[in-house]
């Protein structure tokens, strides 16, 4: 059996040929002999042909050495707007990422500095998940948080933490209570801008202390000073009974051996960065070993022996069984007390310490720290390399490099000019500007590498070329050639090769793809939604991912910041969950920000006759309110309706931008042949009254929509000018897309018996700095929901295990009357990527729900009542509004439980009736959605 092996491509697959001269004109030779060995046999230096092959050798080679520059020297540029920072993304921007484990929120929180106070208010932290249990009645399904109903059970709620802190011994002094609760406030900001999606914070607390005495008799050698070696000894007993974190620069990093991507995990901090491995061994000790300290006083310079030394529990909190250890209760920080001595010796002689002279020592190392946590924060960035800038591009023409004799460098012909040498050189010249042209252009591509390959790259073009200079009777040569404007130039030569969409597309995957990131599969769904179209709205896409790339990669797992109180914030703001923003970018939805997507620019206007028979004609409204397409036709069944708008738009994008510019521009000049552009027909009758129309296809021309203002256009450029501006809006503006996310972890009420219903993310700033609102016990007297009323539901009966409908579990909701959203392969793949983005521990709820505002229908508007809802919720949350959360949260679960999928609509066939293949619709159960033709 053969074993599978590793596939890989060399990175080193440089060759030099490109600078070895002799090597390109053997081989140059060696092409010569296989094209024309029979008629070409003197291969010397003095025949013109082989001279020519020199040249270009050696034009080869000049470009070879320009490509072997080093990479910063290339991508180097005078201009700030195109030099190497912009080309790349730092490694402060991609590498870092929100924090994800527990070691990631210790870093953060440590990382808190108080401005013009303590500059470091943490010593140490510890996130511990906390326990909360609720109970299921296996009977109803109900929950509550004590035990209810006959048959009941209980689950933990997942997701939710308490942090325990170990102040600064500054906080911790007698009358700085108010310090203490700006670093918790702190604390709060900080995690809530950084909350993990499902996750939340429940409660800080402080670290309770465990004393212990450490008694030691210590020896000294001879010369040390005996008040820096107890300052040093204090320090060093303290560190191990509650381990401090330091703060290290980056080059320091780096001298501990560790790698670029190591250095720059979890979270990116102001103060530096701390060592992983350090963090994990400042935990909290569960037990003090003798042993441990003997081991650190003898580190110590200046300690020569230890005489005598023990250990003692200060407050009899457990007893000491062992001379060798203590014990330390969980969740308890070990410090030593007030009963701990210390005496030193030189030889036979006692020492005095003293002790003011410790308290400068001690104060003398603490300025020291500072000194290295200044300098761990003014060091965190790697520097990029900076590169020295060179004309890349310039490009002299190879007929200077001819001698003389041929008659086409600069001097021209010498001695005797007649007709006949004169044709011969400009023949001659013109055959070398072919190559020369080419040559140019490779100079040009090799200047320009920085841009198309630039993340943050715009240009359009994908070729390139440069105006060749310095030629002696270059306008005998060539006619109407710009040699000012090389962008017109390229444009000449490279317009019809150079499809700048599809090419830029290909450079977007290759960036792309360095993030492990692809477009391929949603590319080839898009074909089906938008044809022609495609690749520009694709390419739109790619841009936007691109652009946005840094927060899509570092805050994929991040939760909604419910804190923040802003308008903005709460609603029709960026302010959502990093996997929200992150999977509309990949499905191409252009606006991701929770707002009220009932409220579409799409109307559906139903119209009654006398007999009651309903019609339907529908609308579009552009971003100012102004009407921009409309049905022609009015329809029996709204989903016809729907379809024949659908189909409007399709058409109406129908047609590549650079076509549609070149159209425009003839039809405003008059010189347009014809009355369809794209799928576009335009009606040019005379009077200045001129409008378009959408068509089914460009040869039957079948009206479908139609595009006519209160005022027709007057012009042929006001009426190019409204065609543009149609079809960009419907290219790259308009839209009936969006997504809502909601955490149900956060609709969980707290655990106390409240009447007055606090939430988990409610502040109160006490001595334990309670998330959950501690209100007191009292009749409600506004109609306020409690906290039973206000839980979800579980599903009845637990033979199968308890359901609980709050840990790690979410709702996705988007609207299902989209037009891509209605598309049942474009919803698998939806589904898919909605799944995947997600982390794996987090189980998505999927809702395609429905209608627009304005629609008149007998069904419920689910998605206009869930948005007030969700609303309303979130305002109340972030406001902190404690008195009608109660009565938010049971609304927004009574919008969850009433939300419906709704599917594409399809026709059930009678089996004896011919099947016919431009029926559309297949029925497919769990989802369709059935319609009934009233024959009448």
């Known amino acids: 059996m053969s074993e599978n092996k590793h596939i890989s491509i060399s990175k080193n697959i440089e060759t030099g040929d490109q600078t070895d001269f002799h090597f390109l004109r053997k081989t140059g030779i060696e092409y010569i002999e296989k094209l024309g060995g029979k008629l070409w046999t003197d291969y010397n230096s003095h025949d013109p042909g082989i001279t020519t092959l020199e ?9 070879g050495m320009r490509m072997n520059l080093n990479m910063e020297d290339i991508l180097a540029s005078d201009d700030v707007k195109k030099d190497i920072h912009t080309q790349f993304l730092k490694a402060t921007e991609i590498l870092p990422s929100r924090p994800l484990t527990e070691l990631d929120y210790r870093k953060l929180f440590i990382d808190i500095s108080m401005a013009g106070g303590i500059v470091r208010p943490i010593r140490n932290c510890w996130l511990v998940p906390k326990t909360e249990k609720l109970y299921v009645d296996c009977k109803t399904g109900n929950l509550d948080f004590k035990p209810i109903g006959e048959k009941n059970k209980s689950f933990d709620i997942k997701g939710l933490y308490d942090l325990y802190v170990d102040y600064a011994e500054e906080i911790d002094a007698d009358g700085v209570g108010c310090e203490k609760s700006n670093v918790n406030t702190q604390i709060l900001d900080r995690y809530h801008s950084n909350r993990g999606l499902c996750e939340d914070l429940a ?22 000073d005996e008040e ?12 191990y009974l509650s381990p401090e974190v330091h703060f290290y620069s980056l080059k320091q990093m780096l001298e501990k051996g560790l790698s670029t991507d190591q250095i720059f995990e979890g979270p990116l901090l102001n103060n530096g960065f701390i060592d992983t491995e350090e963090l994990k061994n400042s935990q909290l000790r569960r037990e003090v070993r003798l042993s441990d300290i003997i081991s650190e006083i003898m580190k110590i310079d200046g300690v020569k022996e230890i005489h005598d030394v023990s250990i003692a529990g200060c407050d009899n909190v457990i007893r000491k069984n062992n001379d060798w250890m203590i014990c330390i ?24 310490i003293n002790d003011k002279k410790v308290q400068d020592y001690l104060e003398t190392l603490k300025r ?12 965190k960035e790697l520097a990029l390399p900076k590169g020295t800038s060179y004309d890349i591009a310039n490009y002299a023409t190879i007929l200077n490099e001819f001698p003389d004799t041929y008659g086409v460098g600069e001097s021209g012909i010498i001695g005797n000019q007649t007709p006949e040498r004169e044709a011969l050189a400009k023949q001659m010249k013109g055959y070398l500007l072919f190559f020369d042209q080419i040559l140019a252009g490779y100079f040009k591509h090799l200047e320009k590498i920085k841009e198309v390959l630039s993340v943050n790259g715009n240009l359009k073009r994908t070729y390139f070329t440069q105006a060749l200079k310095d030629i002696k009777g270059f306008d005998e040569l060539v006619h109407e050639y710009d040699t000012e404007s090389d962008d017109k130039l390229t444009d000449s030569l490279y317009r019809e090769l150079d499809n700048s969409v599809e090419r830029r597309n290909e450079v977007l995957d290759h960036l792309i793809s360095r993030f492990a990131e692809t477009f391929s599969d949603y590319t080839f769904l898009m074909k089906s939604l938008y044809g022609k179209s495609t690749d520009e709205i694709v390419l739109m896409n790619k841009e936007n991912f691109l652009k946005e790339y840094p927060s899509l990669s570092k805050d994929r797992g991040l939760g909604y910041n419910y804190t923040l109180i802003g308008d903005l914030d709460v609603w029709n703001g960026k302010n959502v969950s990093g996997v929200q923003k992150r999977v509309a970018r990949l499905l191409g939805i252009k606006d991701y920000r929770q707002r009220n997507l009932s409220q579409s620019p799409v109307s559906i206007i139903v119209t009654e006759d006398n007999e009651g028979k309903k019609s339907y004609t529908w609308k579009i409204k552009d971003s100012k309110g102004n009407i921009i397409l409309s049905s022609v036709n009015s329809y029996k069944l709204e989903h016809i309706a729907t379809q024949n708008l659908n189909d409007a738009i399709y058409q109406t994008i129908q047609i590549d931008q650079e076509d549609l510019e070149n159209a425009l521009e003839q039809l405003k000049k008059g010189e347009y042949e014809g009355d369809i552009i794209g799928n576009i027909k335009i009606n040019l009758s005379g009077g200045g009254n001129y409008y378009f129309e959408i ?39 308009f839209t009936e897309e969006g997504i809502f996310l909601v955490e149900h972890l956060l609709l969980k009420p707290t655990a106390k018996d409240y009447k007055l219903m606090g939430g988990i993310g409610c502040m109160a700033i006490g001595e334990t700095f309670k998330v959950a609102y501690d209100l007191v016990e009292k009749e409600s007297t506004t109609g306020s929901k409690n906290y039973s009323e206000a839980l979800m539901s579980s599903c009845e009966g637990c033979e199968a295990g308890v359901y609980d409908p709050y840990s790690y579990r979410v709702s996705v909701v988007l609207p299902g009357f989209a037009y891509r959203f209605q598309d049942p392969d474009f919803r698998r793949y939806a589904e898919t990527v909605i799944r995947q983005e997600i982390p794996a521990h987090i189980l998505a709820k999927i809702c395609w729900v429905g209608d627009r505002l304005s629609e008149k229908q007998a069904a419920q508007n689910d998605l206009a009542e869930f948005e007030a809802a969700y609303k309303k919720y979130l305002s109340d949350k972030s406001r902190n509004n404690t008195e009608n959360l109660g009565n938010s949260i049971t609304d927004l679960l009574d919008a969850l439980g009433n939300l419906n999928n709704i599917y594409k609509p399809g026709r059930l066939l009678d089996c004896a009736a011919d099947d016919s293949d431009i029926l559309d619709g297949k029925i497919i159960l769990g989802q369709s959605n059935l319609y009934k033709i009233d024959k009448k």
């Open 228 to 239: 820096l070696v107890h300052a040093k000894v204090l320090r060093t007993i303290n560190n």
């Open 695 to 733: 068509v089914d296809d460009p040869v039957k021309k079948n009206v479908i929509a139609t595009h006519k203002k209160t005022n027709p256009y007057t012009s042929l450029n006001d009426l190019a000018d409204g065609i543009e501006e149609t079809v960009k809006y419907f290219k790259y503006e």
């Open 368 to 379: 020291e720290e500072k000194v290295l946590r200044d300098d761990a924060k003014q060091n």
């Open 329 to 352: 209760e969980k969740g308890r920080k070990p410090e030593m007390c007030e009963l701990s001595s210390f005496s030193y010796s030189k030889g036979a002689l006692p020492l005095n």
């Open 55 to 63: 040249v270009l050798s050696y034009a080869i080679t000049d470009l």
């Open 203 to 224: 409660e800080i607390k402080k670290v309770e202390t465990q004393k212990v005495a450490v008694c030691a008799r210590i020896g000294l050698v001879s010369k040390a």
